[in-house]
Nanobody, 129 residues
Framework: QVQLVEAGGGLVQAGGSLRLSCAAS????????MAWFRQAPGKGREFVAG????????TYADSVKGRFTISRDDALNTVYLQMNNLKPEDTAVYYC??????????????????????WGQGTQVTVSS
């Protein structure tokens, strides 16, 4: 099973930036996608951003559009999440996940991600006001 390892979390002041990375232990097939999710204390896990590995096309949650950018490096089997203009409400544990891409509706179908995706262990992001 593919192992995903996140890194880059930490404590930052509001308005600051962080870049998260997620390295896969095996080459990601072109028909896969990878995504970032986050879970704040006392809340459910939510989709943040996703990218189709083959095409590089990306999708974002409305709450992070214009502030976060997802990208991938195929040679390094790594996906990144550049987070700018961070807000206290961005505080959460951030998880990356990978799975086959089956259509544009999958990004918010969290149940199917739990069923079929590979998940990382998560990295904490804390934004102070």
């Amino acid at each position: 099973q593919v192992q995903l390892v996140e890194a880059g979390g930490g404590l930052v002041q509001a308005g600051g930036s962080l870049r998260l990375s997620c390295a896969a232990s095996e080459r990601t097939p072109t028909w896969y996608c990878m995504a970032w999710f986050r879970q704040a204390p006392g809340k459910g896990r939510e989709f943040v951003a996703g990218i189709r590995w083959g095409s590089g096309s990306s999708t974002y949650a409305d709450s992070v559009k214009g502030r976060f950018t997802i990208s991938r490096d195929d040679a390094l089997n790594t996906v990144y999440l550049q987070m700018n203009n961070l807000k206290p409400e961005d505080t959460a544990v951030y998880y990356c996940a990978s799975r086959p891409y089956i259509g544009p509706g999958i990004w918010n179908e969290l149940r199917t991600w739990y069923e079929v995706a590979n998940w990382g262990q998560g990295t904490q992001v804390t934004v102070s006001s």
